[in-house]
């Protein structure tokens, strides 16, 4: 089946840092979601990303379908983005709906 | 928050119970799932429903049955637990569409239920 690829799997900042998250995955998708799970366990969904490139306040993301991979940067992080970051697949041809998880991206944000 | 909420959000249990979860909504989305989180795994799908009465298997799906009798309403049921199915469940939800070539189906996801089986 498909992979999908998260690094780094720990990240720690301080507070008003930039970063960006990686994800990696083996075959064609037809859809790609990025999600934060904050501390209380809450799934968010920050964006659906299949190709291009959207952007959401301090949050962008990136998608070259062509290359396998997504990219998910915070801008001038603060501590309630810490939690961790998911990025999720749907293999092209693959049964609707099936979202493959990567094993996430924890980050913590030092004040 | 697309209108899902999950009950019992926690649940103690002993192995070999039967155990029930419910997965509801309030805005008639067509296609449900349950997933599963484990640590080290992320989540992983269980089963999934595109309509009343119509259902089929996900990743993980030995020991679970599922049932949607109305649209609003997914079941997920674990006929006798064991403590492999600790764990956090997930429900979510989409709409999936096609414009040509191209597909949607972005899906929300519930509040969760923990849970634990001694």
């Known amino acids: 089946g498909i992979q999908v690829e998260q690094s780094p799997p720990d990240l720690i900042l301080q507070e008003g840092a930039n970063s960006t998250l990686r994800c990696n995955f083996s075959?064609?998708?037809?859809?790609l979601q990025w999600f934060h799970q904050n501390p209380w366990g809450q799934l968010i969904n920050l964006f659906y990303i299949p190709s291009g490139t959207k952007q959401n306040g301090r949050l962008s993301a990136t998608t070259v379908a062509t290359e396998r991979y997504s990219l998910l940067y915070i801008s001038s992080s603060q501590t309630t983005d810490s939690g961790v970051y998911f990025c999720a697949v749907e293999r092209y041809g693959g049964s609707q709906g099936n979202l493959i998880f990567g094993k996430g991206t924890k980050l913590s944000v030092k004040p | 928050d697309a209108g899902i909420t999950q009950s019992p959000r926690h649940k103690v249990t002993e192995t070999g119970t039967p155990v029930t979860l419910r997965c509801h909504q309030t805005?008639?989305?067509?296609?449900m799932y349950w997933y599963r989180q484990d640590p080290g795994h992320g989540l992983r799908l269980i089963h999934y429903?595109?309509?009343?009465?119509?259902?089929d298997k996900g990743e993980v799906s030995d020991g679970y049955s599922v049932s949607r009798s109305k649209t609003e309403d997914f079941l997920l049921t674990l006929e006798s637990a064991t403590s492999s199915q600790t764990s956090v469940y997930f429900c979510a939800i989409s709409d999936p569409r096609t414009s040509g070539r191209y597909s949607y189906n972005e899906q929300f996801f519930g509040p969760g239920t923990r849970l634990t089986v001694l």
């Open positions: 805005e008639n989305h067509r296609y």
């Open positions: 429903s595109y309509g009343v009465k119509d259902t």
């Open positions: 075959d064609s998708v037809n859809n």
